[in-house]
């Protein structure tokens, strides 16, 4: 293991992606999450060899959630590659075991966005491959979330956008195969920290991971993860164009002073020469705001169903106690206290 390692492909990958991407631009400064796995580990060892070519500041974050007896020595072990290194690191503990997955991811987002905005990184990079990219594409698909949702894991996001120091969450890892990170850390001797949670079949990730695709691949197709990243991949642009014409009707045809004198409305004589899809999209805009929430399919059905509805039909009332009323060209919400 040296500071700097002989190129390889997935540098020339890398490099090209950035380049074309542009999501890590030169000279800024990236704060790198390491978990001490194969993919965190390949990704920061070709952050590090990129980094003459590119002038960014590289340091290190880790959280540790406790999960695991020897959680405390994996982060010990990062901090070792960190000095190594000679790059800045940043470690956290939680005070409280996380209980759930989505617990622990929420306390590690939040911790890594605390560390990037006191210390002044603009983007914060994770490991995230295609395979992830795949996995996640599929548990979503089971769990019936619509193309947003199957657009799984995007190049890059905003972490915290409340903030005047806007944060950037970054993936550049999302052409990259978890085999190829395996192969990348094998030749360059990098010491991976196995999880040994990551082999534990009572999460449904790593169900998907060890026996649902490794099925598909043998029975369906061995280029099974590269399509369903390559379809993510797609629905992420439509999903992009979707929104981006849905936010244009929605300034166009929702009125909403938020307050109890002009109740919210919709003029649903513009929406219906509108596409299916993006009357949904619309109604799904209008719900989230009312209910101040994620709306669910048959929420967002109802009130799609107005838009042909006869005059003076009538939803029950949605979370929070609103009724939306048709009155003519009109969708009018009315709140009750529930
Ligand atoms: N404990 C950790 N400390 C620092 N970074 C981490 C930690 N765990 C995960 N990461 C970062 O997140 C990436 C993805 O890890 P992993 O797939 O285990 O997380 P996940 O919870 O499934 O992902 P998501 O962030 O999408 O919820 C890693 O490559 C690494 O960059």
């Not at 919210?264 to 993006?278: C, D, F, G, P, S």
């Not at 006869?310 to 009323?325: E, L």
């Amino acid at each position: 293991m040296s500071n700097l390692s002989p190129w390889t492909f997935l540098h020339t990958q890398l490099h090209r992606t950035l380049r074309s991407r542009r999501i890590l631009p030169a000279s800024q400064r990236l704060l790198v999450a390491v978990s001490g796995g194969q993919d965190s580990l390949c990704l920061i060892q070709l952050l590090l060899d990129l980094q003459p070519k590119w002038h960014w500041q590289i340091a290190m974050v880790n959280c540790d959630h406790r999960w695991r007896s020897d959680s405390q020595a994996n982060a010990d072990y990062i901090e070792q590659l960190a000095n190594y290194w000679q790059i800045p690191f940043y470690r956290e503990t939680a005070a409280i075991i996380p209980a759930t997955e989505a617990a622990a991811r929420e306390w590690r987002y939040q911790v890594l966005t605390e560390i990037a905005q006191s210390h002044n990184y603009a983007y914060i990079v994770t490991g995230h491959t295609k395979s992830d990219r795949a996995e996640t594409l599929l548990y979503n698909l089971i769990r019936g979330s619509g193309s947003d949702g199957l657009q799984a894991l995007t190049w890059q996001r905003p972490l915290d956008s409340r903030s005047t120091n806007s944060i950037t969450l970054v993936r550049p890892l999302l052409d990259i195969t978890r085999e190829q990170t395996g192969n990348f850390c094998q030749e360059k001797a990098l010491k991976i920290w196995v999880d040994s949670t990551n082999d534990d079949l009572h999460y449904a990730r790593n169900r998907i991971r060890h026996e649902v695709l490794p099925y598909l691949q043998t029975h369906f197709n061995p280029q099974v993860e590269s399509h369903l990243a390559q379809t993510a991949e797609l629905l992420r642009s439509e999903v992009n164009y979707l929104e981006e014409v849905t936010e244009t009707l929605f300034q166009q045809v929702v009125f909403w002073e938020n307050d109890s004198q002009n109740p919210l409305k919709i003029n649903r004589l513009v929406l219906r020469q509108t596409h299916e899809a993006i009357k949904r999209r619309v109604s799904r805009k209008v719900l989230e705001k009312v209910m101040q929430k994620s709306a669910n399919f048959e929420q967002i059905e109802k009130l799609t169903a107005l838009i042909d509805a006869p005059n003076r039909t009538q939803t029950d009332p949605f979370p929070g106690g609103a009724i939306a009323i048709v009155d003519g060209e009109w969708i009018v919400f009315n709140f009750f206290s529930e």
